[in-house]
C-alpha cells in the first residue's frame, strides 16, 4: 500500500471541483487586505476579511514594523525560551496585560499556537476541557494534544453543558468557548458560563479571536461586553484580525502564564514572532485605544448591511456583530452563489460541511470600518440580483 495512494485520489477529485467551476479557496489577492482588494485581475469589493478596523494599511502600523526591522532584522533565530526573547515581546506582553486588566500576558507566533500551547499545558491527566460544538478548530486541535479528556455539547446549549459539568463534578474543569462565533457571528452565552463554571468549580477561558476591537466599550472583546471582564480567568486572542499582523496571545494572572511560559509545547519549540510583527500588533493596540471612532463605523457599516441583507429576504441567522451570514443551505447553490457574487465584483467565502452542519452552508461576509457605504450598497445590489437569480430570495 502507498502511503501516497490517498493524495493522489484527492487531487483527482480536486480537479473535478475545480473544472466544475466550484473551488473557491487560494484565490490569489494582488492587493492589500482593504475594502476593495485586486483579485483574478479584477477589483472586488472584499467581504471576506478579518481585518474589521482597517489597520493593515494604517501608515502608522506599516512604520512602525519598518523600523522594528530596521533595529532588530526580520527575525529572532531561536524559541524565546533560549535566544528569541526580545526587549518588545516583554513590552508587548505588558501593554496586553494593561489593555485587559491582566496580571500578566504570553505572546506566540500564532493564534493557533496560542490555542495549542494553552490547552495542552493545563488540561493535563486527570483534566477535562469542555468546549461549545461551534468552537473554532484550533480549541479542538488543542485537546487533542493535550493528555486530558475533552467533551463538546450542542451550540449554546447551556441545559447540556450544565450536565457535563455535573457528571465532571469531581475532575479539575476548564470551559472553552469562543467568544464570537467566526463563522455565524453569534456571541457565546458568556454570563449563563461564568455562573455555571463558579456552581461548578470550573474555569472559564474565551477564545476572543474575533470579538478583540471589535466588542466592547473599548474593544476589550466579549467579556468587557457582557461586564464579565472579572470572572473570565483566561482570555486568548490573535494578532490577525482586528491587529493588522499576525500572532497570538494568553492573557491571564501571573501564575498561569507562567505555567504555560514554561510547560506549553507551541511555545516552548516555536521560533519567536517576529520583530515588524511584534511592533506591528503594538502599534494596532495604541490605535484601538485612541480612535474609538474606528469601532463606532465598523459597528455603523455592521448595522446598515445586517439591515439591508434582511430586507432583502435573506437567512442572517443568529449574527450580532460584523461577522454576518448569509445561509443558504444548499452546499451547490452556495458555490453557484459566490461564482455570481465574482462576476459582480464581491468577494466572499463559501462555508459548507463539515465546517458547518449538514444543510446549513452559507456564504460569510465581514464587514470593516473602512468599507464605505457606496461599497456596501453595491454590494447590497450584487446580493439582490444574485439571490433573486438563483431563487433563494423573492
Known amino acids: ?93 505588558a501593554q496586553i496585560a494593561q489593555f485587559f486588566h491582566q496580571e500578566a500576558a504570553i505572546v506566540f507566533s500564532t493564534g493557533m499556537q496560542a490555542n495549542l500551547g494553552c490547552i495542552q499545558a493545563l488540561v493535563d491527566n486527570g483534566s477535562i476541557a469542555i468546549l461549545d460544538k461551534y468552537d473554532h478548530a484550533s480549541i479542538i486541535d488543542g485537546c487533542r494534544l493535550a ?25 479539575e474543569k476548564l470551559i472553552i468557548v469562543d467568544g464570537v462565533f467566526s463563522m455565524e457571528g453569534d456571541l457565546a452565552n458568556l454570563p449563563q458560563i461564568v455562573r455555571l463554571a463558579r456552581q461548578y468549580d470550573a474555569r472559564v477561558m474565551v477564545d476572543d479571536a474575533h470579538g478583540i476591537g471589535v466588542m466592547g466599550k473599548n474593544g476589550r472583546g ?74 463606532k463605523r465598523l459597528w455603523d457599516n455592521t448595522h446598515f448591511w445586517l439591515n439591508g441583507l434582511k430586507s432583502l429576504g435573506f437567512d442572517t441567522g443568529h449574527s450580532t456583530t460584523p461577522v454576518v451570514p448569509v445561509i443558504i443551505g444548499d452546499a451547490e447553490k452556495t458555490f453557484e452563489m459566490c461564482r455570481l457574487l465574482e462576476e459582480e465584483g464581491v468577494f466572499v467565502s463559501p462555508v459548507v460541511p463539515p465546517a458547518v452542519p449538514p444543510g446549513r452552508a452559507l456564504l460569510r461576509t465581514s464587514l470593516m470600518a473602512t468599507h464605505t457605504q457606496e461599497q456596501l450598497e453595491r454590494a447590497l445590489d450584487a446580493f439582490a440580483k444574485t439571490g433573486r437569480k438563483l431563487g433563494i430570495i423573492p
Do not use: W
Open 1 to 93: 500500500m502507498d502511503i501516497f495512494a490517498k493524495c493522489f485520489a484527492f487531487k483527482n477529485r480536486l480537479e473535478t471541483v475545480k473544472q466544475g467551476g466550484q473551488y473557491f479557496y487560494f484565490r490569489k489577492i494582488c492587493s492589500v487586505q482593504g475594502p476593495e482588494v485586486i483579485c483574478k485581475g479584477r477589483r472586488m469589493i472584499m467581504l471576506g476579511s478579518n481585518n474589521y478596523l482597517g489597520l493593515t494599511e494604517d501608515p502608522r502600523v506599516k512604520e512602525a514594523a519598518i523600523v522594528a526591522i530596521k533595529k532588530y532584522g526580520t527575525g529572532c533565530a531561536g524559541s524565546r525560551l533560549l535566544n528569541g526573547t526580545i526587549d518588545i515581546h516583554e513590552e508587548l506582553e
Open 147 to 171: 493528555l486530558g479528556e475533552f467533551k463538546r455539547y450542542p451550540h449554546n446549549d447551556m441545559g447540556a453543558l450544565e450536565k457535563l459539568l455535573d457528571k465532571y463534578k469531581d475532575k
Open 222 to 295: 466579549t467579556a468587557e461586553h457582557f461586564g464579565l471582564e472579572k470572572e473570565v480567568d483566561i482570555i486568548m486572542g490573535t494578532f490577525s484580525k482586528s491587529l493588522a499582523t499576525i500572532g497570538g496571545f494568553i492573557t491571564a494572572c501571573k501564575e498561569v502564564v507562567e505555567y504555560i511560559k514554561h510547560v506549553g509545547r507551541a511555545f516552548l519549540f516555536s521560533a519567536s514572532l517576529a520583530p515588524p510583527l511584534v511592533a506591528a500588533a503594538s502599534m494596532a493596540f495604541r490605535i484601538i485605544e485612541k480612535e474609538p471612532e474606528r469601532r
